[in-house]
Antibody, heavy 119, light 111 residues
Framework: QVQLVESGGGVVQPGRSLRLACAAS????????MHWVRQAPGKGLEWVAHISYDGSNKDYADSGKGRFTISRDNSKNTLYVQMNSLRAEDTAVYYC????????????WGQGTLVTVSS | QSALTQPPSASGSPGQSVTISCTGTSSDVGGYNYVSWYQQHPGKAPKLMIY???KRPSGVPDRFSGSKSGNTASLTVSGLQAEDEADYYC???????????FGTGTKVTVL
C-alpha cells in the first residue's frame, strides 16, 4: 500500500533552516511528481512546491520562492524540502503529497510534520 | 496566487444534500478542467474525493459529485451521513509553472 511518511519537523528560531523529508513506499516513487503542501494551525491548505518525477522541473509558491528548495532522491525513495530563512508565518504542518499519474491532483498524502518557527 | 473562494460553512440534515462552491478566475478554475476536492477530518491528512472536476477515485462513494460552470466549481454531497462532517477544500491548476491553488475551505456540519 502507498505510504508517505514525513519527518524533520520541530521548533526552530526565526532565520534558521530546516530540512524536511518524506519517505515513500508501496509504489514506484521515480514515476510520480510530488508536492509539499502546508497548513498553518487552524487555517486552510496552502500549496508550497512541486517537483517532477525525475527532479528536472521544480516550481514554488511565492511564499517560499528563494527560501525553499524542493528535491528528491529516487534511489532512496525520498522527497525533501530545504527551508531557509524561516519566518513565524512558516509555522505549519507540512504534508507531502503524490500527484495522480497522467493528470493533476493529489491522490496520497502523508500524515504531516509540524514546523514551529519561534524564538 | 490568491486562494479560491469557498463559503466558510455549509450544513444539512442526514439524508439531505449539500453543495459547496469554489470560485476562482479564468486563469485557474475557469481555464482548466483540473479542479479537485479534498475532505479533511480534524487532525487528519486530506483525502482526495474528486479530480478533473467530476471524476471519483476508486473507493469514494458516488454520493460525492463534482461539476463546474465558468469560474465556479461545485462539490455536492448527497444523502449526507454523519461521517461526511469535515472540512472540504477545492484546488485548481493555474496553468503557469505547475502552480496550484487551494480554496479557503468549507466546514460541513451534519445537523
Amino acid at each position: 500500500q502507498v505510504q508517505l511518511v514525513e519527518s524533520g519537523g520541530g521548533v526552530v528560531q526565526p532565520g534558521r533552516s530546516l530540512r524536511l523529508a518524506c519517505a515513500a513506499s508501496g509504489f514506484t516513487f521515480s514515476s510520480y511528481a510530488m508536492h509539499w503542501v502546508r497548513q498553518a494551525p487552524g487555517k486552510g491548505l496552502e500549496w508550497v512546491a512541486h517537483i517532477s518525477y525525475d527532479g528536472s522541473n521544480k516550481d514554488y509558491a511565492d511564499s517560499g520562492k528563494g527560501r525553499f528548495t524542493i528535491s528528491r532522491d529516487n534511489s532512496k525513495n525520498t522527497l525533501y524540502v530545504q527551508m531557509n530563512s524561516l519566518r513565524a508565518e512558516d509555522t505549519a504542518v507540512y504534508y507531502c503529497a503524490r500527484e495522480i499519474v497522467a493528470t493533476i491532483g493529489f491522490d496520497y498524502w502523508g500524515q504531516g510534520t509540524l514546523v514551529t518557527v519561534s524564538s | 496566487q490568491s486562494a479560491l473562494t469557498q463559503p466558510p460553512s455549509a450544513s444539512g440534515s442526514p439524508g439531505q444534500s449539500v453543495t459547496i462552491s469554489c470560485t476562482g478566475t479564468s486563469s485557474d478554475v475557469g481555464g482548466y478542467n483540473y479542479v479537485s476536492w479534498y475532505q479533511q477530518h480534524p487532525g487528519k491528512a486530506p483525502k482526495l474525493m474528486i479530480y478533473e472536476v467530476s471524476k471519483r477515485p476508486s473507493g469514494v462513494p458516488d454520493r460525492f459529485s463534482g461539476s463546474k460552470s465558468g469560474n465556479t466549481a461545485s462539490l455536492t454531497v448527497s444523502g449526507l451521513q454523519a461521517e461526511d462532517e469535515a472540512d472540504y477544500y477545492c484546488s485548481s491548476y493555474t496553468g503557469s509553472n505547475n502552480l496550484r491553488v487551494f480554496g479557503t475551505g468549507t466546514k460541513v456540519t451534519v445537523l
